[in-house]
């Protein structure tokens, strides 16, 4: 799947995402930050968390409640990974943080699978969307459905 097969509603939880994470992994490391806050740890764990899941929420379109859940978990895990890297180090290369991030969010990209399985294995051919016209027998007499 390519970001051209994405919803324009699945690019914004991206960015919903990405922003924030990037933001925050900065300001939680002294001398990194672009507005150098100085806010607790806690705080910027906490915007994670909300920014994961409604990030995730909004990304994942057939399931939603899993990608709350696990947006909720890899949020805090990303900033985690790259500001334990940005504190041990003077420079870095973009990459570097981009593939910290990627691995800090796996245990709640974990999760949104596991409840993804299970979604689909509890409510199989339900995937947020309304079920199919029934066409079966009609409840009148004369076999004509009346609104």
Known sequence: MSTSDLSPLARVGIFVFMIPQ????????PG???FELGWPEAVY????????AVGGLLMAERHRFAGLVGGA?????????VALHLGST????????????????LPGIGVYWVLRLLQD?????NH???PP??????MYDDGESRL
């Open 133 to 138: 016209p029934h066409n079966g027998p009609s």
């Open 128 to 130: 947020g969307q309304a």
């Open 45 to 52: 764990y906490a915007i994670m968390v909300v920014a994961g």
């Open 121 to 125: 294995a509890l409510l199989p051919n």
């Open 32 to 34: 990194w930050g672009i």
């Open 22 to 29: 990037v933001l925050c992994s900065m300001e939680m490391v």
């Open 73 to 81: 978990i890899a949020g805090p895990g990303s900033i985690f990974a």
């Open 90 to 105: 003077d420079e870095t290369w973009n990459f570097i943080c981009v593939l910290l991030a990627a691995i800090g969010a």
